[in-house]
């Protein structure tokens, strides 16, 4: 059974930064891409980027709202999925939730809460 | 951006009765290899989005076929034939087919 498991989330000052974790079990994380999505309060869902396996070249794209402060990164050894937030604004609050992907989000996991507020 | 539309934005149903949301694209989601990149997932309360449905029409494991999903181009259903209790959520459309994917609003569901 596929299980992904988000940590890292929490309250941070606007321009501070934070980084989630997301641990991945029950399938072959190497040979998967990955996204994490966001969710702001009461709102709909928003794609913050995705990750591609490294025999596809491990590319990796952004959403243009977190292009330049985000940065998505992937342990293979450790099935684990990590998104550094950096330059964190009021407006980046949300559950991010880690996905597989293939031909959009597959699996979630149960997502983390950034708060970002002085 | 390629902007997803759904319609109602809120929806009443009577427990027993059928439901039914579209979704409109701006731009057609048929992608070069001839697959729609059409996804519907459904956001129970207190509880992460699930995909019900891909690539238009075909259900996913353990989804119960009282959901179905149709549609072509840039114009999309999903379709509850008899809504149950535990159906009540939100329910969004996504496109993955134009990059960046992008969701629907979302469709609130709720009982009568």
């Known amino acids: 059974e596929v299980q992904l498991v988000e940590s890292g989330g929490g309250l941070v000052k606007p321009g501070g930064s934070l980084r989630l974790s997301c641990a991945a079990s029950?399938?072959?994380?190497?040979?998967?891409?990955m996204n994490w999505v966001r969710q702001a309060s009461g709102k709909g869902l928003e794609w913050v980027g995705r990750?591609?396996?490294?025999?596809?070249?491990?590319?990796?794209d952004y959403a243009a709202p977190v292009k330049g402060r985000f940065t998505i990164s992937r342990d293979d050894s450790k099935n684990t999925l990590y998104l550094q937030m950096n330059s964190l604004k009021t407006e980046d609050t949300a559950v991010y939730y880690c996905?597989?992907?293939?031909?959009?989000?597959?699996?979630w996991g149960r997502g983390t809460l950034v708060t970002v507020s002085s | 951006d390629v902007v997803m539309t759904q319609s109602p934005l809120s929806l009443p149903v009577t427990l027993g009765q059928p439901a039914s949301i579209s979704c409109r694209s701006s731009q057609s989601l048929v992608y070069s290899d001839g697959n729609t990149y059409l996804n519907w997932f459904q956001q129970r309360p207190g509880q992460s989005p699930r995909r019900l449905i891909y690539?238009?029409?075909n259900r996913d494991s353990g989804v119960p076929d009282r959901f179905s999903g149709s549609g072509s181009g840039t114009d999309f259903t999903l379709k509850i034939s008899r809504v149950e209790a535990e159906d009540v959520g939100f329910y969004y459309c996504?496109?993955?087919?134009?990059?960046?994917?992008?969701f629907g609003q979302g469709t609130k569901v709720e009982i009568k």
């Open positions: 996504m496109q993955a087919t134009h990059w960046p994917q992008t």
């Open positions: 990750i591609k396996r490294k025999i596809d070249g491990g590319t990796i």
């Open positions: 029950g399938f072959t994380f190497s040979n998967t891409w």
């Open positions: 690539k238009v029409s």
């Open positions: 996905t597989t992907e293939n031909w959009g989000s597959v699996s």
